[in-house]
């Protein structure tokens, strides 16, 4: 027994598969000292000879168990997990999550390096902020986006009927998008269709978003569990390119939480977050 | 000042009463994940995880438990989650083997893990089987806190030890092999 030189388990009692959880109950209280006196004597009078010999397997695991040390942070991770929370809590605005140095395990650096301030989006994405999204029946397309521009969404063959956005001074221009795809594979001219948009885009559209978009079950989509906190309100997959050209798959969620609303994008080739705006 | 005091003051705005509440509060969630998790850099993650959830979610505790109870019970939520996570991305259940041992781990970390054979045994449970037996047998939790931040009835909980302690029993005697002897298994 390598759990203590000087403590050995006894010997494994058969399953209990004949005693009935109440029974089983009385046993643990009895075993942890619960019982009172009297229940104690007339329940220790009860007991089986296998339930004399679980009792004492049970409190040697658990005398095991309460011996553990206990466990204290290092003061490196100690100094982690403060840098990070307070450079959280002091960015109420927006931030490049990737930034925080403890957020290393989760945060894909290459992309982060890539994607920098300038963050380049499928122009799906200011569409689904700004005009609501709809998915095609069944959830299961949720890398085919239908814009919901009209009462009844198109699905465009491929990226090739995805219109410009945003006019060449920058500005939104949502009226003009009808549908889009997400590009079956990666070209040069895939990109043609995308449409730049800057952080400070990102932060206009929040405010625009009409109210409750949830055309679609987001709960489908990768990556969704990485939302631990706040209502995912909608989100979609889309294809973004970085600053460097490279193509990035990523799902974008727009997360609200009372107080405020968040706007994550996640890289699906590991769910690492590349990007994080909060108005 | 009591957590709910501090609680009220960050909800006012001051943020040194949220430093303060982690500061009371993050090696007992840390070592709540760690226990959960069995690595350390996921116990941050998580750790890190269940603190924003209070920075962004404190005005979700009403008073109607003790405060320590409301952040364990994010804690434990927080790890279920990272696990559940971990175990989607490796595509098969929780480990049944140990880890190999980091070289390059240093002495104070050593210093405050678990026995190696301890967590291994602990990893092998059932994630519902190890979180009762950590709160009640490692942490020192009551079966009524237990209860409350499980969200399981007191019954379930004592069930959930009795069981996790029998199964870690079992594994523990599996690390190092006993002498044979005899076992009555009549009943």
Partial sequence: MTVDNDRELPDMPPEFADVSPERMEVLIDFIDGRLDESETAIFEASLTENERREVELQRAVRSILDDAPAVKMTDIERAQLRTAIHDV??????????????????????????VAASLILVVAAATVLSNGVRFSDGDEGADAIAIAESAAPTTAPAAASTTTAMDTAGALNLESLQSIEEPAEESAADFSTLTI?????????????????????????????EIIDGEVVFGYLGAWTTDAGRRLDAVLFKVEDGRRTTVLILDTRDCSMVFELEN | MT???LIDRFLAGDQNAFTRLMQAHEDRVFGLCLRMLRDRGKALDATQDTFLTLYRKADRYHGK??????????AINTCYDHMRKEKRKRADALPD???????????????????????????????????????????GHSLETAAQLLD????TVKSRVFRGRRNLAAVLGNFSPRPDTPRDDSG
Avoid: K
């Fill in chain 1, 89 to 114: 809590a002091g960015t109420r605005s927006r931030r490049l999550a990737g930034l925080l140095p403890a957020w290393q395990g989760r945060v894909n650096w290459v992309a982060l390096g890539s």
């Fill in chain 1, 197 to 225: 948009i800057r952080e400070r885009d990102v932060l206009e559209v929040l405010d625009e978003t009409p109210g409750p978009p949830r055309a679609y079950n987001p709960d489908n989509l990768e990556c969704r569990d």
């Fill in chain 2, 3 to 5: 957590d709910r005091e």
């Fill in chain 2, 65 to 74: 438990s003790a405060f320590s109870t409301w952040l364990y019970r994010v």
């Fill in chain 2, 97 to 139: 083997h140990l880890d190999p041992v980091d070289p390059h781990v240093t002495d104070e970390m050593r210093a405050v893990e678990l026995r190696p054979d301890l967590e291994a045994a602990l990893a092998t449970l059932q994630p519902e089987f190890r979180s009762a037996v950590v709160l009640v047998d490692m942490e």
């Fill in chain 2, 152 to 155: 399981i009835p007191i019954g």
